[in-house]
């Protein structure tokens, strides 16, 4: 079965210092990888997205970047956090679209970051 | 870009009511319309989806609808419980690729 892991869980960052999620994915290949930012009380806002290794696609330009070194590792990065850089941090992966059908995303449990 | 509004933001019910929460989309091409229930400090779970080649489909209390010629769907929940109190979300495939794109989320209140 696939299992998607997230760390740090929780993570205090005083604001200007740099920043590095990480995210893997078990039991599966080539999946779609994806960044969510979940502000207190807001909705999923999706920062990036990779269909395959060095392939990024960003929605947010903001200070943040994305890299995927490899197949089934995603890394979310800052050189300079901010204060709205606070939230819950998610990743996500689903299969690739089969036959035109998208496919169910899974999240990760989560890294909660709190810029100060 | 894709779009998706979220209605309404907050519902509180009592223990065995309805609860119907409603999602509007702007991409007429969008062919996939999930839902997510997230507990508190908990991560989204998928807990019903539905294409565009169906108007409904039901699983136990749950059901969603879809009408695409009004560019809606909506997220019914039967004789609600307790444990339904969580956040729900209603998502739409990006334009671009496999992303999602989330609303901005329903608090569910259920007391009994």
């Known amino acids: 079965s696939q299992t998607i892991h997230q760390w740090p869980a929780t993570l205090v960052q005083p604001v200007g210092s740099p920043l590095s999620l990480e995210c893997t994915v078990e039991?599966?290949?080539?999946?779609?990888l994806y960044w969510y930012r979940q502000a207190a009380g807001r909705g999923l806002q999706l920062l990036f997205y990779?269909?395959?290794?060095?392939?990024i696609s960003s929605e947010v330009p903001q200070n943040l970047s994305a890299s995927r070194p490899q197949d089934r590792q995603f890394i979310l990065s800052s050189k300079k956090l901010l204060l709205s850089d606070s939230g819950f941090y998610l990743c996500?992966?689903?299969?690739?679209?089969?036959?035109?059908?998208?496919?169910?995303?899974?999240f990760g449990p989560g890294t909660r970051l709190t810029v100060l | 870009g894709e779009n998706v509004e979220q209605h309404p933001s907050t519902l509180s019910v009592q223990e065995g009511d309805s609860a119907v929460i409603k999602c509007t989309y702007s991409?007429?091409?969008?062919?996939?319309f999930p839902w997510y229930k997230q507990e508190l400090g908990k991560r989204p779970q998928l807990i019903i989806d539905?294409?565009?080649?169906?108007g409904e489909k039901k699983d136990q209390r749950i059901a969603v609808t879809l009408n695409k010629t009004a560019k809606h769907f909506s997220l019914h929940i039967t004789e609600t419980q307790p444990e339904d109190s969580a956040v729900y979300f209603c998502?739409?495939?990006?334009?671009?690729?496999?992303?999602?794109?989330f609303g901005k989320g329903t608090t569910l209140s259920v007391s009994s």
């Open positions: 998502a739409v495939p990006h334009q671009a690729g496999t992303a999602l794109i």
């Open positions: 991409d007429s091409a969008s062919n996939y």
């Open positions: 039991g599966t290949s080539n999946p779609n």
């Open positions: 990779s269909v395959g290794i060095g392939q």
């Open positions: 539905i294409r565009s080649n169906v």
């Open positions: 996500a992966w689903s299969q690739g679209r089969t036959s035109g059908y998208y496919n169910e995303q899974f």
